[in-house]
């Protein structure tokens, strides 16, 4: 029984590495893509570390229920 939950565990391991590398390029892949398209500009958000200032621009513009078509 030992044996058996010890060859289990190992496949677990295996099974989630592989699923959590496929995810990572899946998400490295639709940020690059979001990025050429021109829907998101990733690298606006590099400075939001250092331009975190009560009086800092915003990087993006706050959007209101009636921007958004909401009601």
Excluded: C, H, W
Aim: negative net charge; aromatic residues 16%; charged residues 30%.
């Amino acid at each position: 029984m030992l044996e058996f939950l010890i060859e289990a565990r190992a496949y677990i391991y295996f099974v989630a590495t592989i699923l959590l590398v496929i995810f990572l390029y899946s998400y490295i892949y639709y940020m690059y893509s979001a990025q050429q398209s021109g829907k998101k500009d990733y690298e606006k958000y590099a400075r939001l570390a250092l331009d975190d200032d009560i009086l800092d621009t915003p990087i993006e513009p706050k959007q209101t229920n009636k921007d958004k078509g909401d009601k």
